[in-house]
């Protein structure tokens, strides 16, 4: 056997060489790969926003931007819980065209913006190994793929938050007012794109204190930092004042947060007193960031063990940037979970494992890539290949629970039959849906024309697109067999409808059940579906058996 060693010997040989080659091609041509590896997320993100069709968040959002004059725009924008400023966006780029595909490249585009800049952020902050695999991560996670191909307001307010922080630091590192003002006016945009980075301003204001304290810029850097914190207080004041104070005109004059913390999405996402423990809390709400951003529960689990490591391996490292501490490092990754945790203890801001607490993807990731990059002894190559291998786990076995379905029941050739399906039906018999419904009718069935609903009948909205009237509810989001059948006789009634007149019921989007719990209250109803997320029956005026 002696000769086999030799062998063994030459074959572990390459088998270290290989990493160390790969090691040697990243550092001379890092451009190349963060090129190459940005490339890669951009053909995830074209293929993951390709094929779908619009959710009624999408369409509520495109709705808002499809108006014909830019104050009409601005004057729907109001009625959402959004700053205008993706409404705005929206506006301007319906002119390119209005397929489901280009209506989500701007954040295809912010989300791809959002990862070069955070590596570029990373790198002068945690070293090459470590922004690798934060760069990695945010890249190819399914969390930061699918916040960058909706039309929402996750993907600007990430792109914006972020070139902020890394201004800043281009800043303070060239002693430079103009990158100062840069710095200011992306939170500015910020703001003006979500309103959790009113949670994040604490964060980086508190931060950049401590470095500007330290590092003592001068008298200009240290006005024109102030000058950007006026500015961005006064534009809180201005939403706060122009929207956020009058949008419980459109949650029924109730608080919207009363009505998001009775919301079962959003009600365990806020601390109530006598509810839960504050630990149990603190904990378990920080623990759903983290299964949120990997958008899996063991693993989320896990890489919050490796964040609260990666903190602790900060605050012993002494020698980890250049630029700033190893303390103010961990503090910068513990501040923005403090503070969106304390604003859901006081019940302002929900916090945990939603979307609304995305602008903490990237501190999390960063945390978690500090303690991945110890595990790969600081080898770009190795910490490249386990942040992709972890992220294509994160996608295989991606938590399938609300507001999550299979891409399978979205297909755009679903939509598009179901439209074709209403198309044919009898003109003279109205289609009755829920606010949802209504919206993503709205959108497909008028053609992504803007289109004026009526209503003068309290409790609902009417319109007509392509010859086919659409009646909807405007107070019940999602219809169940209970809402349904009370919406049913106030329609009725409304519209004067007489007994035994039938009427075509559609069902869109989210918890599309309603088919299903009426045939169980002994309803008979035949359901045309067109994958699990879009049903439509006939229903009689005068069929109205319900389960008691």
């Not at 499809?66 to 109001?78: D, F, I, R």
């Amino acid at each position: 056997m002696p000769e086999v060693q030799p062998f063994q010997a030459a074959h572990a040989s390459r088998a270290k060489q290989i990493p160390e080659r790969l090691d040697s091609s990243i550092s001379w041509n890092q451009t190349l790969w963060a090129y190459g590896l940005l490339a890669a997320g951009l053909f995830f993100r074209l293929w993951h926003a390709s094929g779908t069709f619009l959710n009624s968040d999408e369409v509520m959002h495109f709705a808002a931007a499809n108006q014909s004059s830019w104050a009409e725009t601005y004057k729907a924008s109001l009625t959402l819980s959004h700053p205008p400023l993706l409404i705005f966006v929206l506006h301007l780029w319906r002119g390119v065209g209005t397929s489901e595909l280009i209506l989500r490249m701007p954040s295809i585009i912010a989300g791809l913006a959002f990862c070069w800049l955070t590596f570029q952020w990373a790198r002068i902050l945690f070293g090459q190994g470590t922004a690798w695999i934060i760069y990695t991560l945010v890249l190819f996670l399914p969390t930061s793929i699918e916040l960058s191909t909706e039309i929402r307001q996750y993907a600007l307010l990430l792109a914006f938050a972020i070139a902020s922080a890394y201004f800043l630091e281009r800043a303070l590192a060239k002693n430079s007012v103009r990158l100062m003002l840069v710095s200011g006016f992306s939170f500015l945009l910020a703001i003006a794109s979500h309103f959790s980075a009113f949670l994040f301003a604490p964060a980086l204001g508190i931060y950049a204190v401590w470095r500007m304290a330290a590092r003592n810029p001068g008298p200009r850097m240290v006005a024109a930092w102030i000058a950007c914190q006026l500015a961005a207080a006064g534009l809180c004041a201005f939403f706060y004042f122009t929207q956020i104070r009058g949008l419980s005109h459109y949650f029924g004059g109730q608080d919207p947060t009363q009505a998001w913390m009775a919301n079962s999405y959003l009600g365990h996402s806020y601390f109530v007193p006598g509810r839960v423990n504050p630990i149990l809390f603190i904990v378990g709400r920080t623990v759903g960031v983290f299964q949120y951003t990997f958008h899996q529960l063991l693993i989320g689990d896990i890489g919050f063990v490796f964040f609260v490591a990666g903190v602790i391996l900060l605050f012993r490292n002494k020698a980890v940037s250049t630029h700033a501490s190893s303390r103010q490092l961990a503090t910068l990754l513990l501040l923005p979970f403090a503070i969106n945790c304390a604003a859901a203890m006081l019940r302002v801001y929900p916090y945990g494992g939603t979307r609304h607490s995305s602008f903490l993807l990237p501190f999390a990731v960063a945390g978690v890539s500090v303690s991945l990059d110890r595990l790969a002894r600081h080898k770009a190559s190795w910490g490249i290949a386990i942040a992709a291998i972890l992220s294509l786990v994160c996608r295989l076995s991606v938590a399938q629970k609300p507001p999550y379905f299979s891409s399978l029941d979205e297909r755009a050739a679903n939509m598009r039959a179901a439209i074709d399906f209403i198309r044919q039906l009898p003109h003279a018999e109205p289609i009755f849906a829920d606010l949802q419904t209504s919206l993503m009718l709205g959108h497909y069935l008028c053609d992504q024309r803007p289109y004026v609903p009526d209503h003068s009948i309290d409790g609902f909205i009417s319109y007509e697109c392509g010859g086919h009237r659409v009646i909807a509810s405007n107070t019940t989001y999602v219809f169940n067999a209970k809402t349904f059948h009370e919406k049913l006789q106030h329609l009725s009634a409304a519209y004067d409808l007489s007994p035994g007149s039938r009427i075509w019921v559609a069902q869109m989007g989210w918890n599309a059940h309603l088919s299903s719990e009426l045939a169980s209250a002994g309803n008979n109803v035949m359901p045309h579906a067109f994958g699990t997320e879009i049903q439509l029956f006939e229903f009689s005026i005068s069929q109205s058996r319900m389960a008691h």
